[in-house]
């Protein structure tokens, strides 16, 4: 007698291909088939499979169908983090284009540690994603562990942060414009000694952003004092612990332009703690639009990073790398424009009722 085959029990999930050909006596290919409604297997067959697959709730393994088709439709991407509104904002721009390519996604956070960005690129290229979207981390001075994504084959695009000085595929805001035109309005509201809280001089958004500062100092023909110059990890503390100290000085600054928004609450906060005027005694600029900014007192002047539109021109730009299937493709960077919105934590002057709240440069 021949041995009874075992029938898949409902509650052992999830149902693979191989039950359901075990159970119906037939390969596996014919059970793909039968799914897949191929004009080589019949409706008596295609019925028995269906009516099984329903049975059982099977839910086809389409990561592995793509693999064996040699084509993943997952994308891999790693942010320093995840909380606050910018990279929130771009992940959720990544997220519509690539669905509307028929991708997903994967996203992996480094938490500003490059070892931690490394095994996030081990775990990526273990999941056959087909391309990489990368913004790198604060601690992150070389691109060398990104070799190994590159020596696959695989597209890889850096987005908003990437080392300074690599010749790489990227979407990048024009930070030095937006440290231009963040100085440049606190020229015009009346501050003659504007510092900066400047952020890793590894990454070029902020290498770029302090060249803005520097140039609109110069433009204005005012000289650059170093110590009005602090060099931070961009945290909020960091930027209150640096307010405490220019605060105290025999000539302190009247105005700040600050890298990043939460290194621009720490010296509102300190100026406030010090009994200064925000903005009569201290005009203060941030960076990056965060959502606390409007809901200080007094609100935030921050750059608008165009987040949502980063993250789809990434996604862009990865695809027509895909779609390039290793052609030669020569390194491009699309740069967009960044948008100054004055709000009270810098408006000195009143502005005319007839123009907006923004500056272009």
């Known amino acids: 007698m021949a041995p009874r085959k075992k029938s898949v029990s409902a509650a052992h999930a999830p149902v693979s291909m191989a039950d359901l050909a075990r159970e119906l006596g ?10 897949s409604d191929h004009y080589s297997i019949g409706p008596e067959m295609k019925q028995k499979v269906l009516k099984l697959a329903k049975k059982y709730n099977y839910q086809p393994n389409r990561m592995a169908s793509a693999l064996r088709k040699g084509k993943s439709k997952l994308l891999g991407i790693i942010v320093p983090y995840i909380e606050g509104h910018f990279f929130p904002k771009v992940v959720h721009g990544i997220e519509t284009a690539a669905r509307h390519a028929g991708y997903n996604v994967i996203i992996c956070q480094s938490s500003e540690d490059v070892a931690q960005e490394r095994r996030n690129i081990e775990l990526l290229l273990s999941a056959q994603v087909a391309g990489v979207l990368v913004s790198v981390s604060r601690t992150t001075t070389d691109s060398a562990h ?3 994504v590159r020596s696959r ?7 908003d942060r990437l080392i300074a000085g690599d010749d790489v595929n990227a979407v990048v805001l024009n ?26 001089q590894n990454l070029s958004i902020y290498k770029n952003r302090r060249q803005g500062y520097l140039d609109a100092l110069r433009y204005a023909g005012l000289p650059a004092d170093e110590a009005l110059i602090g060099y931070t990890d961009m945290t909020q503390a960091a930027g209150a612990e640096l307010a405490q100290q220019w605060l105290a000085l025999p000539h302190p600054p009247d105005g700040v332009f600050a890298a990043g928004d939460y290194s621009a609450l720490g010296v509102l906060q300190e100026a406030e703690r010090q009994g200064r005027r925000v903005p009569a005694d201290l ?23 165009r987040c949502e539109e980063m993250g789809q021109a990434a996604v862009r730009l990865l695809l027509e790398l895909i779609e390039a299937n290793g052609a030669p493709f020569t390194p491009r ?11 009270g934590s ?16």
Do not use: W
């Open 26 to 35: 037939v390969s596996m290919t014919t059970i793909s088939r039968a799914l």
């Open 146 to 148: 990104f070799d190994k």
């Open 153 to 159: 084959g695989l597209p890889l695009v850096f987005f």
């Open 175 to 200: 930070d030095y414009e937006g440290g231009y035109l963040s100085t440049r309005h606190l020229l015009a509201q009346g501050c003659r000694r504007v510092a900066h809280v400047a952020g890793p």
């Open 283 to 305: 005009a203060i600029g941030g960076f990056s639009n965060e959502t606390f900014t409007v809901i200080t007192k007094p609100t935030i002047t921050t750059v608008d990073q």
């Open 333 to 343: 960077q699309i740069v967009l424009g960044p948008e100054l919105l004055v709000r």
């Open 346 to 361: 810098s408006l000195r002057l009143q502005q005319p009722a007839d123009k907006p709240k923004s500056a272009a440069k």
